[in-house]
């Protein structure tokens, strides 16, 4: 065996053992971080009252049509800030299946990195009943989309 490959073969182990270490930590990093969010989501809703659709304390009677747009940028620690893209919430008036409803679409447009994700909620104005939510998103000419209809 050669010295050169000797080299190469010591340096291809050393980075197969650093990735093994950077793959450990984001593993690590990953459990950690989703057990505190189970731990307090359950501990948020445990002294929490139970609300559900049609409480009569609960009510969407004031929600009034409108139209945002905002523009954000990203910075990396040290770095400059850059358009990062645009996020935009818009809220309408609509009819569902004869009802009256309300309808919520939410825009996340990344467009340095060309990815857009779409939120689309229909609701009852009076009880927040939801009627369906769809979501899409499309980055690099690919779509996927998928729809939730409570009534099934």
């Known amino acids: 065996m050669s010295r050169r490959s000797s ?8 980075r197969s053992r650093a990735l093994d270490r950077e793959s450990n930590r984001m593993k690590t990093y990953l459990v950690s971080l989703s057990a505190v969010f189970w731990f307090a989501t359950h501990s948020l809703h445990a002294g929490s009252p139970r609300v559900g659709v049609g409480d ?4 969407g009677s004031q929600l009034r049509p409108y139209t945002n747009l905002w523009k954000f940028t990203q910075q990396k620690p040290g770095g400059v800030a850059e358009q ?26 990344y467009e ?3 990815i857009k994700l ?4 229909v609701f009852d104005p009076k009880t927040m009943k939801p009627f369906s939510f769809d979501t899409r998103a499309a980055t690099m000419g690919m779509s996927a989309a998928s729809t939730l209809d409570p009534r099934r």
Do not use: C, H
């Open 56 to 59: 009569a304390g609960i009510t």
């Open 118 to 121: 779409t939120f689309v909620s």
């Open 112 to 114: 340095k990195k060309g």
């Open 7 to 14: 080299r190469r073969e010591v340096d291809a182990f050393l």
């Open 84 to 109: 990062g893209g645009t996020w935009s919430d818009s809220l309408e008036s609509t009819v569902y299946n004869g009802q009256p409803a309300m309808k919520r679409t939410q825009i996340a447009n």
